[in-house]
């Protein structure tokens, strides 16, 4: 199973808005409404932050939000604050018990 | 709170085998499935393996399909991976992390042990 497809890098100015989106295929994105988004700050663990496409965990803000449109989902942030700076990952259940990362996207905040 | 701690990381000789352990606290383990997730530092995520809550059933990426083994002790709530034939290519920092069985993401994660394959 190939990794979803990320942009290596996105940024933008604080208080803007920027969007990473994750391709997949078919079999994954495309069937499956499970995608799901992780941020990594340096040296830390993953955190959740988008969970069936579009869920908000409790205690996420609400300047992140997720969608889908066909085989590409995406992960909006809105109000770019320096906190948001880090590492993005999409995650995808593709079937059998599996799942694939996306490569993941390095937000830089100027 | 919920915790996931995981150890046995280290230095091991390509070919040679290592147990990690992740430890969980502050929730009801035998209700989550548990996974092992790595990240070669400085790179990507890499989905590994997972078992279920109950421990029935198990599944695995196909980079460590027959090579990795994961497996739990919920008397002491704890999931352990297995790893023999290392490789150079395993480097990596392995997480563990939490999954509601059915609900496809991983909600919490542990901070990682680091295992370095190297002769």
């Known amino acids: 199973q190939s990794a979803l497809t990320q942009p290596a890098s996105v940024s933008g100015s604080p208080g803007q808005s920027i969007t990473i989106s994750c391709t997949g295929i078919?079999?994954?994105?495309?069937?499956?409404?499970?995608v799901s988004w992780y941020q990594q700050h340096p040296g830390k663990a993953p955190k959740l932050m988008i969970y069936e496409g579009s869920k908000r965990p409790s205690g996420v803000s609400n300047r992140f939000s997720g969608s889908k449109s066909g085989n590409t989902a995406s992960l909006t942030i809105s109000g770019l604050q320096a906190e948001d700076e880090a590492d993005y990952y999409c995650c995808s259940h593709v079937g059998y018990s599996t799942w694939v990362f996306g490569g993941g996207t390095k937000v830089t905040v100027l | 709170q919920v915790q996931l701690v995981e150890s046995g990381g280290g230095v091991v000789q390509p070919g040679r085998s290592l147990r990690l352990s992740c430890a969980a606290s502050?929730?009801?383990?035998?209700?989550?499935?548990i996974h092992w997730v790595r990240q070669v530092p400085g790179k990507g995520l890499e989905w590994l393996t997972v078992?279920?809550?109950?421990?029935?059933?198990?599944y695995y990426a196909d980079s460590v399909k027959g090579r990795f083994t994961i497996s739990r002790d919920d008397s002491k709530n704890t999931l352990y991976l297995q790893m023999n034939s290392l490789r150079t290519e395993d480097t990596a920092i392995y997480y563990c992390?939490?999954?509601?069985?059915?609900?496809?993401?991983?909600?919490?994660w542990g901070q990682g042990t680091l295992v370095t394959v190297s002769s």
């Open positions: 502050g929730f009801t383990f035998n209700n989550y499935a």
């Open positions: 992390a939490t999954e509601t069985w059915g609900s496809y993401y991983f909600n919490y």
């Open positions: 078919s079999s994954d994105v495309g069937t499956y409404n499970v």
């Open positions: 078992m279920s809550y109950d421990g029935n059933n198990k």
